[in-house]
């Protein structure tokens, strides 16, 4: 790789090592988010550019901070620029503690990392402070880094598309390959089945109650079997579905004990396509299941659960053209520093998705990340100091 954007290596690495080691999961943003702010500043950023917006109050779920954005002048004419990132790590994380090991950044411990996505943030200071300190020149550009990526893409969903400053393309930092570019990925639905049957004693008589446990499983073997579960294939479109809690009240387990026949389920599931109307088909196939279930469990005397099931749209898709502008500009700013950039469809959501939807195109490329959301997490330094790299060149060539 030609290294032609004069990052300082070193600052950059003790930048991530430092990011990594705050505490930030979903909802808990708010110690990385004031570290950003207080390092913005002191590599000259003034405090009039540096904002939270008020998405944390339109998120249903708790969440100390809203979006932190950041907007910097430009010192050449040109459309304005967004680079985004996500501020927080996934629980997995909690208490991680990095340490050097030759070329990679690992924890010390039985923990996740959260290069996902420290790396995306310490990108994104390290080009504000290359561009400051070299006088590069350069567009408006404006910065944003998301609350509740790992949780539904909360931050970016809620965003009022007026802050992004009427950027005409953006830069997304979270992957692995810095010019590996994600230039789509699949929409996303929830579900949730609310099943209430009747308890009643298992051993004595079996035959009063109303197990909702056997309604939920007869449900998901239904769907397994009409070929909705998993791997979607169907000559209307394909996806992917999983059924991922299974759960009693307030998120305890289903059921008090063995000899009770279980009187309340609640069961959590996604689906995805690159097709929303496709993902949304999928989604009532598992209700059809669900409602089927429900007329093949009763008791004695003819009695079923009461079922809620309700789905809806939890990220839309995207796909960008290879010779759209933004993929364009990715591209050649690559082949400046001697990448060969090449495009891909993920099979997971990102900012991206929101931030498309919300009008401005969206490439996502990768800082180091790998073995994300487990503990033999870990970054490539050298991967992660290329990403840094691409970032200033996308931001000047």
Same mark, same amino acid.
């Given at each position: ?26 909802? !808990?943003?708010?110690? +990385? ?7 913005? !500043?002191?590599?000259?950023? &003034?405090?009039?550019? +540096? ?7 339109? +998120?249903?779920?708790?969440? $100390? ?13 040109? %459309? ?14 909690? *208490?991680?503690? &990095? ?31 290359? +561009? ?6 350069? =567009?408006?550009?404006?910065? #944003?880094?998301?609350?509740? $990526? ?5 931050? /970016?969903?809620?965003?009022? =598309? ?14 692995? #390959? ?7 990925? @699949? ?18 008589? %079996? ?8 309604? /939920? ?5 239904? /769907? ?42 609640? @069961?959590? *599931? ?12 999928i989604t009532a196939a ?11 469990? !009763? ?21 960008? %053209? ?32 929101? #931030? ?6 969206? @490439? ?12 033999? $997490?870990?970054?490539?330094?050298? $991967?992660?100091l290329r990403g840094c ?9």
């Open positions: 790789m030609t290294t032609t954007s004069p990052i300082d290596a070193t600052a950059a690495v003790d930048r991530l090592m430092r990011y990594i080691a705050i505490e930030g999961q979903s909802g !808990k943003e708010r110690l +990385i988010a004031e570290a950003i702010a207080a390092e913005l !500043k002191a590599i000259g950023v &003034p405090a009039s550019a +540096i904002r939270h917006d008020d998405a944390a109050r339109k +998120i249903d779920l708790p969440t $100390e901070v809203g979006n932190l954005l950041v907007s910097l002048p430009g010192t050449k004419p040109g %459309p304005r620029l967004l680079f985004s990132t996500h501020l927080d790590v996934v629980p997995i994380c909690a *208490g991680a503690k &990095p340490k050097r090991d030759g070329d990679r950044i690992v924890p010390e411990g039985e923990t996740g990392l959260g290069g996902d996505n420290r790396t995306g943030c310490a990108v994104l200071v390290t080009l504000v402070e290359t +561009i400051l300190k070299r006088s590069l020149p350069h =567009p408006p550009i404006t910065l #944003l880094f998301t609350v509740r $990526e790992e949780s539904g893409l909360q931050g /970016a969903k809620h965003l009022d =598309p007026r802050d992004l400053e009427g950027a005409a393309m953006c830069f997304n930092v979270d992957g692995k #390959l810095a010019a590996d570019l994600i230039t789509g990925a @699949v929409g996303a639905e929830r579900w949730e089945a609310t099943i209430k049957g009747k308890a009643a004693h298992a051993g004595v008589a %079996p035959e009063n109650g109303i197990s909702s446990t056997l309604v /939920a499983s007869i449900a998901l073997a239904d /769907a397994f079997a009409g070929g909705w579960w998993g791997k979607v294939q169907k000559p209307e479109g394909r996806g992917t579905s999983n059924a991922g809690i299974f759960e009693g009240r307030s998120g305890k387990p289903a059921g008090d004990a063995t000899n009770v026949v279980t009187d309340f389920v609640h @069961v959590v *599931g996604e689906t995805r396509s690159p097709d929303e109307a496709f993902a949304a088909t598992y209700g059809a299941s669900f409602e089927k279930a429900r007329g093949k469990v !009763k008791d004695a005397a003819g009695g079923m659960a009461e079922l809620e099931f309700k789905g809806g749209a939890q990220y839309p898709s995207f796909n960008l %053209p290879d010779d759209s502008p933004v993929v364009a500009h990715a591209k050649r700013a690559a082949e400046a520093i001697g990448l060969s950039a090449t495009c891909h469809f993920s099979n997971g959501g990102l900012d991206a998705n929101w #931030l498309v939807r919300h009008g401005v195109p969206t @490439v996502t490329i990768g800082a180091g990340q790998y073995e994300i959301h487990t503990v033999k $997490e870990y970054v490539d330094v050298p $991967e992660y790299h691409y970032a200033v060149a996308l931001a000047t060539a």
